[in-house]
Structures are given as structure tokens and as C-alpha cells.
């Protein structure tokens, strides 16, 4: 960041189960580790039973409130369509925001009574036209041998946004908060979802 | 000095550790289960416990503190609830170690049954409360809890909430510091815990001039801060509500409190002359704004504008007070046009299967706290009441004692395995006792399911993992007095049918149990392995699409549609589909379908 005194505003946004959690909690090693003061504030409860999950993480010289004002999302991260949608007026004017293009069907939805959203990309575009980016998180994952990665290659995709900070951060945290038998699968994850942007 | 980003709740464990705590107790709750499970992981030093309810955990560590040691419970805010007898008369006994209740709020309701104040628990209970900000408070709050609480003889209350609970920031690690009480029993201290009213009213007075003195040490308190910037408006706040009125109003000037109850009157006091106009930011009820309009203060802002229900906000408590001036951000899209993502139960879930049946039977289901209060959820709809854990077993006695004999074969009461033990087991012995009727169904999925696989004592295993002996829960309903106690498999719903149907119709007590249905998540018990095929997948040359099976609202189900025929001739307008990687082939939509048009998938 360029301000380093500014706050800045990240919020995640998924269902329960994608992994959206260890994505913030890389995030806030890697912050805090590069010396800023950082909050992180999520809704726990019903996160496995299918429900959507935000995170709201914030990091700066001083950060007071651990929610984002609404609004004031300077990038939002998401790791489903319609659960980016559902946080789109959040998002500044100029805010970026960084989809991983699955669908995960909602109950109602599924039941066919109503239909899930159309588009995604094309209203994000049409508000944010060229800060919008879209990554396929589970086809990268895939090729690497396993889907559950698409998380880490978010992260990894969203590790551009930050050039002050050296990538090695980002796998150091990754190695921290992962089981050993996972390291290699997830460092090749970050870095090939780095390479997609 | 070593900085670790941690959740508010592993800060409270890790400051309870600093602190030289010898027991924890608990009983889980969403926003507080983490505390105890974070002790029992990393603080061996600490004798930690899941205790069988709130109640039951306060006295567990009442009983530690009156040994000389310091000790704690955690609960959610309904939990203090529960355990409220004992705490007040704790307020009046006080203790010999110290002793600490955290207690965790839920505005907005994320996660609860109702949005209480716990607040309004110290006062009433004149007890002590201190309400942390941040994880690094949670830990600063912690420590200096059991120092107010053995200078002052009583229990202190610590009031977290959800965002202050579950929000991450950074904390600076200290080492661990051993109380220098000496711990033991003395039949000498007797007059200080026997309640009876001799002692009592000697205790009574001990408890007014506690809180005197607590109020004149809450003027010096070191956490009740006075931020002096910009003195055209003060603000008089605690907790998270300091940090999002401080997020949107940097400028104006803070008394920040952090000890919630008794207020610092004289410091409040102060505060008032050096700024010009007071606002007063609180979650919830008018519990500051009461207290300080009663001293006489004169309040620019408070309940006015600040809204008295669900959670604040940096937008919320800015649009409240800049009022007209304050700039709605632009919609782009409706937020309530988009299909909402309601959680759901697992797909494998035992609880599926029996509240199809029940509906299928057209029961009054009285309900419970669980994963399976989900089972109210349309399509399934067939649970309809949800209280508090137990009220569902003595709710059914009493609508059945209401209605007579016409209430047979159509009212039932469903409990969880923790749940029953929390607090079904006195009203199902209330309704042996009373010649009552009603049918009580365990729902036994071997784990405290929906606050993250918390044990109890009907799991076999301690909170540290070590094994014990698990309740029996057909003997404990045969010790209770009921004749007629049956198991089912929820898997199987005809049998499931067939036996509730018979139970309920019975004009005595019965007590029905799950068996062999472990929650999906539940690895130890190999949820899976009871099920013939890994998964199954529709036939579409069989299926009418005539969706029965997506009555059972299984996430791996979804509806496809296309209109098309089967092979022998019927016209459809589209199909069901089963998603292979979430189908655990479980068998019930088998069971549902009429067509045969489920069957066993190969890989």
C-alpha cells in the first residue's frame, strides 16, 4: 500500500466449507508479521452446515473497529458467485474485486423455486469495469490434485495487490497454519493462483 | 515480547493461564464455546471441564474459588441464565480465590434464542462487570477480573459479544504468574457460606459496602479511560460500540468504559463539565443512559437515535447521529432480490429422516436448541417451538395435560444428546411424577453438534479427550420411572413412523432414542460406514420429476429442469439430480422416491 496509515478494507465472502476462513487467516499472519496493526472479524455458528460466511479484515497503523463500515470495502475477495453479488454494494467506487468463478447452489435454488443469479462478472463489470478479476479456483486446484486448494489459490491471485509484501510471507504463513502433509499442495496452489491474475 | 494475532476467546484462555488459573468450566454456547475448548488444548496447567449445564459449571468453580484457587466459567449469555441461582448468592458469599463468570452477548441474534442484555445481570446481581474491546483487552480484562475479584470478595462478570468474541487482533504474550493464595478448606468460614438468613443478613450488608467500595475504585480504574480531544461532543461508551463510534467520529472526545458495572459516577461526572454535549453509545438497552440520567446528566443523544435492538455498526452509528447529513452508499443491487443461503442441515444427517417422518405423521413437534431446530426450516417444517434447552419436554406434558386424551398420537417433544442432559431429564422426571403421557424423543447423534463437537457426559469422552463413562439414556429414563422406552433408526423412517406413531399414541410416558445415527461430522464414530453404497444417483430413465425427493431439503439434491419423458412413456418437466460429492448415501431420498428412481452409483 502505497498510504500505509490508511486502513484498508478486505472483505471475504463464501459458503461454509470453502475454506474462506484459513483464507483470512493467512492474511492477518501475513499483515501482522509486515507490522501493521490488523482486526478480523467473522460469524461463526452455523459456518458448516452450508451457510454463507463473511470475513471482514482490516489492517493499518491503527485500526479501531473490527467491521467494516458499509461502503467502505476497498477490496473484495470472494469465493463464490452469487456470495459476491450479495456484497457488491459494499464495495467503494473504486474498490477491486476478486471472484473465484464457482456456483454453489442455495437451498431455494435447488428446489427450483427461484433461479440463481445470471451474470455475476457482467454486473461487477459494469460498475468496476476493469478492477473486477475472475479466477477459476477449483479448475487451478484441480490440476494440482486437489480441489480444496481453490482456496489458496484466491489467496494467491489476491497476493498481487500487495507488491511490498515478498510472496515468501505469504508461504510462510500458509506453512504456519497448515498441517505439514499440505504444504506442498497449498505453496503450489498460492503460486500458480498468483500466476492467474 | 512475543505478538500473536488471536480471537477474543483464546485471549480470555490465554489471560485465565497468565492469570494462574487452576479451573475452567463451561457448557458450550455460541459466542463462548472457544474458551474452554482453547484451555483443554493448550493450557494443561488448567483443569478444564465441559460441564452438563451452566449452572453446574459455576458451581464446579464457585467450589474451587472457595478452595483458595482461582478459577472461571464461560457460557453464552442465555447460559447465565441457567446458572443465575447460584451466581446471586455468590455475590454475597464472595470467595477465597478468584473468581470469574464470562459471560458472551449475541446482538443481531447470529446464533441464539433471544438478544438479552447481560448487562442487566450485574446490576440485579451486584456483581462486578467488566466489558473488553479487543482480544488484547479480553486478555488485560481477564487478569485484572481475578485481582477485583479477590480484593473485593466477590465474583466478577466479564461481558464479551459477538465481535468482540470472534474477532481477531493482535496480543502480546506474558508469562504465567501463580496466585500466592493458599489453597484449602476451612468449617470456620462456614458463616461466610451458609446462606441460611442469620448469615444471610450480615452477608446483605457485606454486599452494599462492596459496592461501594467498588464504585470509588471504578473512578481510578485504570481501564475507564478519558479520551479528551474535540469537546463539543463527549461520548460515553464501552466495548466494540467505543470502537465504531471512535471509527466514524475520531475527532470528539471518549470516556470509555471499561468496567461496565458499577459506574464511575464522579468520573462520569467530570467527563460532562469538559464537553459540551454527552452522546451515549450502547448495544442494546438503555443501560448507561438509564443510570446517567438518573445522576442528573444531561444527554444530547443516546436511545433517541442509537437503535435499542439487533447490533451496532460504524454505519449505523453514523447514520444515527449525523442524521439527514449522513450519505447512503449507492445501491447496485438489491441484497434482497438475490436467493438467501439459509444454513442447513448436513446432507446424512440422522435429523432428516425424522423430521420427515414427523411431518409425514403431522405431529405438534415442541422443540429444542440444536442443529435440528433446523428441522423447522421449510420444506421440511416440522418442528414448532424452540425456547430454551429443555423447555420442549415439559412444553409437550403441559399441552397434553391441556388438551386431554385428544392430544394423544399427535403431540411429540425432540431433544438432543447434550441437551437432554443440560436440562431434559428434570422435566421428563416432572412428567413421570404427574401421570403425564407425552413421548420424548432423544435425538442421540453422540456429540454437542451445532456449537463444534463439544463432549458431554453422554459422549465418553472428557474435554480432554480422556475416556469416561457415557450415560446410559434408557436406564437413566428406566431410573426416571418410564415403562415404555423404545430405540429407533431414524434411517429406516417406515419403522421410525410405526414406532413414534405407537409411543405417541400410548397414554403413558415414552422415551424414544436414536441409536447408531453419529453426526455426519463426528470422525471418531464413522458416520459413514452404517451406509451400503458411498453415494447414489437418480435414474433418469426412471424419474417422473416429481420432486418428492427434494421434500427432504438434502443439499446434495437439486432440481433440473427439461422437459423430457421416461422410458416407459411419462412426460416430465425436468429431473432431480444428486450431486455425488456431497450424496453420502444415506438412503433416505431412496426411501421417498416412489419410482424407484434412486439407486446406487458407481465410480
Redesign the interface.
Known sequence: MKNSDKTVNIFLSG??GQGTILASNIL??VF?KAGY??????????A?????VTTHFRFGKK??????????VDFLLSFEL??A??Y???VK?EGKIIINKQKI????????Q?K??EDVEK?FKK?FKDNVWVVDGQGIARSLGNVQAANVVLVGAFSNFFPEINPEQFVEAIKSLLAPKLHDLNVKAFYEGRKAL | MKKEIMQGNAAIARGAWEAGVKVAAAYPGTPSSEILRDIAENYPEIYAEWSTNEKVAVEVVSGAAIAGVRAMASMKHVGLNVAADPLMTLSYTGIKGGLMIVVADDPNVHSSQNEQDSRNWARFGKIPMLEPADAQECKDFTKIAFEISEQFDTPVLLRTETRVAHSDSPVVLEDRVESNIVPGLDPKDAPKYVMVPINVRVRRKAVEEKMKKLEEYANTFKYNIMEINDTSVGVISSGVSYLYTKEVFPEWSYLKLGMVWPLPKKMIAEFAKKVKKIVIVEELDPFFETEIKAMGIKIWHGKDVIPNMYELSPEIVEKALKGKKYKEPKIRVKPEDLPRRPPNLCAGCSHRPLFYALKKLGAFVFGDIGCYTLGTAPPLQALHTTICMGAGVGQAHGAMKAIGKDALGKVVAVIGDSTFLHGGVTPLMDVVYNKGNSTTIVLDNRITGMTGHQEHPGTGFTARQEPTNAVDYAELGKALGVKSIRYIDPYNIKETMEIIKEEMNKDEPSLIIYKNAPCMLLRRAKPTERFKHPFYVVDTDKCRGCRMCLEINCPAISWQEGEGTTKDGHKRKGTTYINRDQCVGCEVCVQVCKFDAIVPGTK
Open positions: 459458503v461454509g492477518a499472519e501482522i496493526d490488523v482486526k478480523k472479524a467473522e460469524v461463526h455458528g452455523m458448516q452446515r452450508g451457510g454463507d485500526v479501531y473497529s473490527p467491521l467494516i463500515k458499509y461502503g467502505d452469487l456470495e453479488l450479495r457488491i454494494n459494499w467506487p447452489f442455495p437451498p431455494a435454488v435447488n428446489l427450483g427461484v440463481y443469479p454486473i460498475y
